[in-house]
């Protein structure tokens, strides 16, 4: 239920729907409230609220309606055309975090939902002309010259807001961020009470293979509920996927493991199969590999032919680092989740963090080894992680891609200077990051 409420929460309808029927309930209430006072002949109008008359007020319900809609409509497109800006420049990944950027969601909101309020109060209105009665709402009109107002501080917001969004600092920052909530997410410094160590594990036979019924990408996997069914059912279950991971229909998501004496309904293995979320497109939110991709793909970018921005790809790189600084420095999830009774249920793949250090480190040694900066950067991000890590797998990882960056370096040499700064910093980097093993080790045996 959170997933999917946090799903809703990104989507670029939800806000505005949400403003927009708020505005047709307001209106009618205002409206249901100046019937009422003008039953019990209470006058309001004065300093505060004034009495326009009927054609007047709708003149300014008219002006009101018609200009907001005007100002939504201006304002979406400056969005998409910033949404294009982005995609061309920085990649087509991106365009979710403006789709899912809550200012922008609230500005259009605030705008339809003006105008909606306006027909609304608008059409109560009745002269003389109309039915032989009057009746002008003169709350709900005062109200609408109030969200006029409002309206014009929104806009001035907007223009300020889309116009620091399209900076790269703040794109940065925001995959950055998104890249901290997906570490907190998925490497927590607690293992759940039931949790549990998948080395040494007696597998029983494969029942059977739960296989997928759609294709897509596999946004997450709830693991709490496959435990509860391999519990239920005195079955493990293996997982084969990990989030991220594309599926075709009709590849295998699962085993089932049990004797097969064992009697599995087809119902457990649709509530396992239920438990993959496939959708159309990755999010960072359960996917750690992702989260990496997207600041890499902004370093990447920036150094095409066509953008030539090592100043951004430096600092995507730099960024880079917050993330998988904070992944070494973390306990690997667990492998395997166990039952009350400490019987392991569920067998689960994860993403492993020296691919994740790989994806990194290769960006900069295939696209980046023509700038000077990008290479220091790269070699930063390396001795960051290295000395952070706790595991000497990790630390392996980021000597191996060291040396795979001093080689492209010697065969693409362009400039001897720097390529001999940039392999002396290597050679310092590489130093640095054996002479701590040992306690890296030590960590990992005290832990």
């Known amino acids: 239920m959170k997933e999917h409420m946090a799903t809703l929460r990104e989507s670029f309808w939800f806000i505005p729907a ?20 003008l039953d019990t002949r209470v006058d309001l109008t004065g300093s505060l609220l004034y009495h326009v008359g009927a054609s007047g007020s709708r003149d300014i319900l008219g002006a009101i309606g018609g200009s907001m809609l005007g100002v939504a409509a201006t304002s979406f497109s400056i969005t998409i055309s910033v949404l294009a800006t982005a995609s061309s420049s920085y990649g087509p990944r991106l365009v ?28 109560s209105i009745r002269s003389i002309e109309s039915d032989g009665s009057v009746f002008v709402p003169d709350i709900a009109v005062n109200v609408a010259v109030a969200l006029a107002v409002v309206d014009v501080g929104v806009l001035v917001y907007f223009i300020h807001h889309i116009a620091q969004s399209i900076q790269v ?13 997906s570490v907190d997410a998925l490497y927590p410094l607690e293992q759940p009470d039931d949790a549990a160590s998948a ?3 007696s597998k029983p036979p494969v029942y059977t ?22 519990t239920d059912s005195s079955t493990m279950v293996e997982i084969h996927r990990a989030p991220g991971d594309h599926v075709v229909a009709g590849e295998p998501l699962a085993d089932i493991l049990a004797d097969r004496s064992a009697d599995i309904s087809e119902d457990a293995i649709g509530r396992v199969r239920g438990s993959f979320d496939i959708g159309t497109s990755r999010t960072p939110r359960h996917d750690i590999a992702f989260a990496v991709e997207q600041m890499t793909e902004m370093a990447v970018r920036a150094l095409s032919t066509g953008v030539n921005d090592p ?5 995507a790189i730099d960024d880079l680092s917050v993330g998988l600084v904070a992944v070494v420095q973390r306990p690997m999830p667990c492998r395997a989740r166990c039952d009350s009774d400490g019987i392991v249920r569920v067998i689960i793949g994860r ?21 000077p900066m990008v290479v220091e950067a790269g070699i930063r991000l390396a001795e960051r992680v290295g000395r952070a890590a706790r595991s000497t797998d990790h630390v392996d990882a980021v000597l191996a891609q060291l040396e795979l ?40 045996a005290i832990r």
Do not use: K, W
Request: glycine share 8%; aromatic share 4%; hydrophobic share 50%.
């Open 405 to 444: 960056l001093d080689r492209a370096l010697v065969s693409g040499e362009t400039d001897t200077a720097r390529t001999a700064q940039a392999r002396e910093q290597i050679s310092r980097v590489r130093v640095a990051i054996t002479d701590r093993v040992p306690l890296a080790v030590l960590r990992n």
């Open 96 to 123: 979710r975090n403006f789709m899912a950027d809550r200012g922008n969601q609230v500005v259009l909101g605030i705008f339809g939902a003006t105008f909606l309020y306006s027909l609304m109060v608008l059409r």
């Open 209 to 230: 293979t739960v296989l997928a019924e759609e294709s897509g990408v596999i946004i997450d996997i709830d693991e709490v509920g496959v435990l509860g069914i391999a």
């Open 311 to 315: 100043y951004t790809a430096r600092n």
């Open 351 to 371: 993403v492993a963090v020296e691919s994740l250090i790989d994806h990194a480190l290769d960006a900069v040694r295939i696209y980046g080894t023509g700038s």
């Open 169 to 181: 600092a703040t794109l940065s920052a925001r995959v950055r961020d998104e890249l901290s909530e």
């Open 199 to 201: 080395d040494g594990i």
């Open 18 to 37: 949400v403003l927009g029927v708020c505005a047709l309930l307001l209106a009618q209430a205002l409206v249901s409230l100046d019937r009422y006072l």
